[in-house]
DNA sequence: CTGTATCCGTCTAGATACTG
DNA sequence: CAGTATCTAGACGGATACAG
């Protein structure tokens, strides 16, 4: 296996990590996974400072990669359901320890 | 305790991890781990794609956080070294989760 | 209800030149 | 060596209106 370095910019580990290191994802997928299945209004009310559009395009994000799971049903009005995939469901003890490190810290961090 | 929810901006957790949100922080963390104290330079050389600018600007916010200690040495020409406090120590196991996960996963969530 | 389209201001990030 | 200053292009993100 090559390109693990992280100093390479084509590093996987770097082009993974990317994809979490904005405003709404970690935020998103942790609502997911507390909540099990969510609509797209739920996780918009969960979240009351993210804007439609950057709801939208955060979901569909983690769509693409395969961390979240969409089910729309045909509906009138329409019901669009989300939920962590597998894959999701993995990343998020890790995610876990992030908060729980950031919870012991925020004190010493902020000051 | 209050405002330890996520769903609030104000949420201390948001604003810890929010600083680890982008594109340098970890890598520069990593690096310096890896090789102890390091100077301006290495971590430049280290990272063959980060500008100096991003450099002075990831560093400059690591060691706000207290995550990283700066000691400079008034010689000419200068030296300063940068390398991880005992804060900055004790969030790397969990950074370290994290690579791991994405190394696991990479393929995965890319395709 | 679940989005998309558009506009627009702000922030990010790189390139380059320059300083102590 | 270790940065800072300036400029710029593009990405990010919010508000609003609208569509299926």
């Known amino acids: 296996m090559q390109e693990l370095d992280l100093r ?4 996987p580990v770097r082009n993974v990590l990317i ?5 709404w994802s ?9 909540n099990g299945k969510m609509r797209y209004k739920e996780i918009g009310n969960a979240i009351p400072d993210i804007s439609q559009k950057m709801l939208s395009s955060t979901l569909k994000h983690l769509e693409e990669d395969h961390l979240i799971v969409r089910e729309a049903y ?4 329409p019901r669009v359901e989300y939920s962590l995939s597998e894959m999701g469901k993995s990343l998020m ?3 876990q320890s992030l908060i729980d490190w950031s919870l012991a ?3 010493e961090v902020t000051r």
Request: with cysteine; charged share 30%; proline share 11%.
């Open 26 to 34: 970690l935020l998103t997928l942790r609502n997911i996974e507390r």
């Open 105 to 107: 810290h925020f004190e």
């Open 93 to 95: 003890p890790v995610i």
């Open 19 to 23: 994809r979490f290191s904005d405003k």
């Open 8 to 11: 390479y910019p084509n590093c």
């Open 74 to 77: 045909a509906e009138i009005p």
